[in-house]
């Protein structure tokens, strides 16, 4: 079993929905990341965070530590959203990562 | 502003060629990082270097070698490439070390094909 677990693996979805891409892991963490990975291939770091919830812009990113879950909710999806979607936690020294959720989202 | 820069982004070798990655950072940060990337599974690190002069292994540090040369630039040489590893190589720096929750920014990688 993967430490970290993404679902879904794939998501497609029609401009202007919501869509949620959820995490679970079965370390102990201090710290939960979600990032983005482009088609091009470049990966940006979208949030980092050990409780609660974070905001930016449209995108929403949640944790529930008792149940080692986070997710992260896009809002008025747009094509340009379409990316693979990382999580990963800190679990002592090291960053484990999921092997991420492709979205695509069509117009 | 540049971020993380690694060179080349794509690269083929034949099998027990060597080759050396680079990376640079202007950010000032102290930590760098080597991961790879292999379809259907999560990046894996490499090698780590928490501060200049400093390099541990990672996860999946057989075969490769790095160099902290300074606080900008970190390096991944393979000795005699193998096809198994070729990947998607993606170097990464952040302000503190592995122990510390700060963001990590990464590099556009390197495609590396090897034959």
């Known amino acids: 079993k993967n430490e970290v677990e993404q679902s879904p693996q794939n998501l497609t979805a029609q401009e202007g929905e919501f869509i949620t891409i959820n995490c679970s892991y079965s370390v102990g963490i201090s710290a939960l990341h979600w990032l983005q990975q482009h088609p091009g291939g470049g990966i940006v770091s979208l949030f980092m965070l050990s409780s609660g919830k974070k905001k930016h812009g449209r995108l929403i990113a949640t944790i529930n530590i008792q149940e080692k879950h986070s997710s992260l909710h896009i809002t008025a999806s747009h094509p340009r959203d379409s990316a693979v979607y990382i999580c990963?936690?800190?679990?002592?020294?090291?960053?484990?990562f999921g092997t991420g959720t492709r979205l695509q989202v069509f117009p | 502003n540049a971020g993380v820069t690694q060179t080349p982004k794509f690269q083929v070798l034949k099998t027990g060629q060597s080759m050396t990655l680079q990376c640079a950072q202007d950010m000032n940060h102290n930590s760098m990082y080597w991961y790879r990337q292999d379809p259907g599974m999560g990046l894996r690190l490499i090698y780590y270097?928490?501060?200049?002069?400093?390099?541990d292994k990672g996860e999946v540090p057989n075969g490769y070698n790095v160099s902290r040369l300074n606080k900008r630039e970190f390096s991944l040489r393979l000795e005699s490439a193998a096809p198994s590893q070729t990947s998607v190589y993606f170097c990464?720096?952040?302000?503190?070390?592995?122990?510390?929750?700060?963001?990590?920014?990464f590099g556009d990688g390197t495609r590396l094909s090897i034959l």
């Open positions: 990963a936690v800190r679990d002592t020294d090291k960053l484990i």
């Open positions: 990464a720096s952040s302000e503190a070390g592995l122990g510390g929750d700060q963001p990590q920014h």
């Open positions: 270097s928490a501060s200049e002069g400093t390099t």
